[in-house]
């Protein structure tokens, strides 16, 4: 770790913060409008305010996460040089772009039917597996590049995603086989909706405990 | 709703309560051995409550016990209860005995003294880890049995919220206070629960014997010893070479002993003082041989207590909804609790001891304080993890097996790991080390004979004689293969435990 000494330039991070924050408050002024229109069309019922607070929650902690890496001078700068890799620059963007996307269409969709909020939270869980597992080959080329691969496991961001993409794939199990329980009628709607947003939560709770304070 | 309603706040009480141990204990989980050992502090008497109150699960003592009320009499269950109330005998006795005795003391896991028996030293220990494995499939999917016990329970409360939810929020509580608070967490609060689980199952005995006296006795006979002709020899012999050894070869056994620290003498006095609260057992087994009594014909059998649950309703009147059904269904809450948090954290302590400590290479012994510090933060994410993931099973009950099945699936595969303890002491002499290969390979047959017979049994036959086969299946599979091991083994020239004892020194 000790050759990663090179801090982030303020530009990095600026755009970093920015573009994260620009999706996120697409995300949540969607997720406004939507409850709004609800309520003015009188469909706003109790399980859309779930649903609705629910979201919000998720990206709020998202958003924590996000802070919480980018802050923490272990991460950035395993960060900033995993950004400055030309190579990579373009696979990571692409993809946290289609976690962001996917999470605009997932608010979109909150009002919908719940089975489309499921294919819709599948959808966002193999992006972040992809994302995750991009993260980690970043950091792993950088080591290897530094010929310092026995260092990779003292590395706080490279364990982590370790872990996330252990929540992912957790996820992508659970989210199947709600779908499944849908399709084959052994779960309501409601049911699965709100076993899919537990699922989401506890996961989130789990992913902001093992980023390091 | 509002019937529903004061039996909602009661299991809240309950969660609220589990919850704040949680909290409350979140101090004491610094380091490894406060998270999983409880500082080695637990005395007598919370031994033997979290042992009782753990083992009276939801899935196995009510609901399954019931079946066999219903499906084998009452002599059925008491046959049950022996061999259960045997299988402690024999552990109170075999923990006695060395090398278990020394190990206990100085020890961590059950899978750890099987590595120490049959892997060789520098070689990568797949004995150990082939055990390890084994508790971690078989705890894991009982979590997941319990959680969807949990869920059965539910859809029997009247005008409650959806019962996936309930349990839903249930598993949260109980793998939130897990994470936070640890082993103590798991087994100090067991002892109000288990009073409420106590109250709960004395409610349920009265009213079963309230309801016997006032109704016209069946054809059935409920105590008559010539309902002992309705007991299958298949599904007793089963019952001994299920139930006598599981004590020995389960996980939450061995970290209770190693939390009291090897203390023979009060673990001994934990396990005989509980003793008299294992009859509880009785209670549910009851309830499904009067039902059986009384002719009356459950729309499905697994199930039969919950639903004589629902036909005791007009007995009561208006105490139900205030009174009786708050109280059954918080003890009922109560016992899932004390059973998944033991559970679990016996999982996580099989998993980052044996199996996630070998991969990485982790020395538990010489551990730096923020290393281990390190390693808290990392078993805390894996008991959330393998917690959630559990509930998978409760889609496995939705979709394909009933809950007895997944029982006996449990249980079966649960015993393969009393032939390598049993060898270890019966064979003082010998180094098994040398046979390791086949030690493995006996505990992998264990597993394949247990899972082959529940698939045939699932998939083809579909005879309970089957089912009840699995168990004596994976053990006879594992007793070949060890005693081939033990036969072929050469002597040994020191014991493992002196040796780690002099290198300590």
């Known amino acids: ?213 | 709703m509002t019937e529903a309603l004061p039996t909602l706040l009661f299991v809240a009480i309950v969660l609220g309560y589990s919850l704040w141990q949680g909290f409350r204990h979140e101090s004491s989980t610094v380091g490894l051995n406060g998270f999983f050992l409880m500082n080695k502090s637990l005395h007598a008497k919370a031994l033997g409550t979290s042992f009782v109150a753990s083992n009276i699960s939801v899935a196995t003592v009510v609901l399954a016990l019931g079946v066999v009320g219903y499906n084998f009499g009452f002599w059925g269950a008491v046959w049950i209860t022996i061999c259960w109330i045997s299988g402690i005998l024999l552990f109170a006795y075999l923990i006695g005995k060395e090398p278990v005795r020394e190990y206990l003391r100085v020890g961590h896991t059950l899978h750890e003294f099987i590595g120490e028996h049959y892997d060789q030293p520098g070689r990568l220990p797949i004995v150990r880890l082939a055990a390890s494995a084994l508790t971690v499939i078989v705890f894991w999917g009982t979590i997941g049995i319990e959680f969807f016990a949990g869920f059965l329970v539910f859809t029997k409360l009247g005008g409650g919220p959806s019962p996936m939810l309930i349990a839903l929020v249930i598993a949260a509580v109980i793998i939130l206070y897990t994470i936070k608070g640890g082993y103590r967490a798991a087994t100090i609060a067991d002892w109000p629960r288990l009073i409420l689980v106590c109250i709960g199952f004395l409610i349920l005995g009265v009213i079963a014997f309230r309801i016997q006296q006032t109704s016209t006795p069946g054809a059935e006979p409920l105590f008559s010893l010539s309902s002992l002709s309705r007991i299958p020899p298949v599904w007793a012999f089963a019952s001994i070479i299920t139930l006598v050894p599981v004590q020995l070869s389960g996980m939450d056994m061995w970290q209770r002993c190693v939390a009291a620290e090897g203390n023979i003498s009060a673990i001994r006095r934990g396990l005989f003082l509980s003793l008299p609260l294992n009859l509880l057992w009785l209670v549910p087994a009851y309830v499904g041989a009067l039902a059986k009594s009384l002719n009356y014909t459950p729309a499905h059998v697994n199930y039969v207590v919950l639903e004589i649950l629902d036909q005791i309703k007009p007995f009561i009147g208006q105490w139900w909804e205030w009174i009786v059904q708050p109280l059954l269904y918080g003890s009922l809450v109560a016992t899932m609790a004390s059973t998944i948090d033991t559970l679990l954290m016996s999982l996580i302590f099989t998993f980052m001891y044996d199996m996630y400590g070998t991969f990485k290479r982790i020395d538990y012994s010489t551990l730096s304080e923020t290393e281990e510090a390190d390693l808290v933060v990392r078993s805390k994410f894996w008991t959330g993890m393998l917690g959630l993931s559990s509930l998978f099973i409760v889609f496995v009950g939705l979709f394909m097996a009933t809950l007895y099945d997944l029982i006996v699936t449990s249980f079966a595969l649960q015993i393969i790991l009393f032939c390598p303890v049993l060898f270890v002491i019966l064979t003082p002499k010998r180094d098994l080390t040398k046979r390791r290969i086949l030690a493995f390979i006996g505990l992998a047959a264990g597993f394949f004979a247990a899972i082959g017979t529940i698939i045939l049994y699932l998939t083809m036959i579909g005879d309970p004689r089957v089912l009840s086969a699995a168990p004596i299946a994976a053990f006879a599979a594992t007793l070949i293969f060890y005693l081939i091991l033990v036969l072929l083994s050469p002597k040994a020239k020191e014991s493992t435990t002196i040796e780690r004892d002099s290198e300590s020194a």
């Open chain 1, 1 to 213: 770790m000790k050759e990663i000494q090179n801090q982030p330039s303020p530009q990095t991070k600026a755009s970093f913060t920015i573009f994260v924050n620009m999706f996120l408050s697409l995300i949540i002024k969607k997720l406004l409008d939507t409850g709004l229109t609800s309520y003015k069309s009188n469909t706003l019922n109790f399980y859309h305010l779930i649903f609705l607070l629910s979201l919000m929650v998720i990206l709020f902690q998202s958003f924590s996460l996000f802070l919480k890496v980018s802050t923490n001078p272990t991460y950035t700068e395993v960060l900033h040089v995993g950004i400055r890799r030309k190579l990579h620059i373009p696979a990571l963007f692409a993809s946290m772009i289609t976690v962001f996307v996917l999470l605009y269409l997932l608010a979109d969709f909150f009002s919908g039917d719940a089975l489309t909020f499921l294919v819709g939270s599948l959808a966002l869980a193999f992006s972040w597996l992809l994302f995750d597992f991009l993260c980690k080959l970043v950091i792993a080329d950088y080591y290897i590049s530094q010929s310092k691969l026995d260092e990779i496991q003292n590395d706080q961001l490279y364990v982590a995603v370790g872990r996330w993409i252990g929540c992912d794939v957790l996820l992508i199990i659970w989210s199947t086989l709600i779908i499944i329980s849908v399709h084959k009628a052994k779960m309501t709607e409601i049911e699965a909706a709100f076993a899919m947003l537990f699922a989401f939560s506890f996961l989130t709770y789990l992913v902001l405990r093992s980023v390091k304070k």
